[in-house]
């Protein structure tokens, strides 16, 4: 059992930046596909981006590509989300989650085991 807890999410403006930290314990970092997704009110929530392996084959949303990184420390079992050039749309409610078998992207939120309850991201105009 894999448990996960995100943190860091605010109020930030338009412009900005904000980093989320997605703390894991219970198994092996390096073992597990880290995934970020969010969910804005009324909304299905949705892929942000995800990390199987390494930083270096993290794939992302087109909506976030360019902006966001995802990136993990499998000493520390901590995966940050850096969140850059924030939009109002990307208010939402960040969750983390992590999925065992990592051989394909999987963008469905539904295939992951593991969630933490989720940190809530504001962005002003």
């Known amino acids: 059992q894999v448990h996960v807890v995100e943190s860091g999410g605010g109020l930030v403006q338009a412009g900005g930046s904000l980093r989320l930290s997605c703390a894991t314990s219970?198994?092996?970092?390096?073992?597990?596909?880290m995934a970020w997704f969010r969910q804005a009110p009324g909304r299905e929530r949705e892929f942000v981006g995800v990390n199987r392996w390494s930083d270096y084959d993290a794939a992302y949303a087109d909506s976030v590509k360019g902006r966001f990184t995802i990136s993990r420390d499998n000493v520390r079992n901590i995966v940050y989300l850096q969140m850059n050039s924030l939009k109002p749309d990307d208010t939402a409610v960040y969750y983390c989650?992590?999925?065992?078998?990592?051989?394909?992207?999987?963008?469905?939120?539904?295939?992951?085991?593991?969630w933490g309850q989720g940190t809530q991201v504001t962005v002003s105009s």
């Open positions: 219970g198994g092996t970092l390096g073992t597990y596909a």
């Open positions: 989650a992590a999925r065992g078998d990592r051989r394909r992207i999987v963008t469905m939120a539904s295939d992951y085991e593991y």
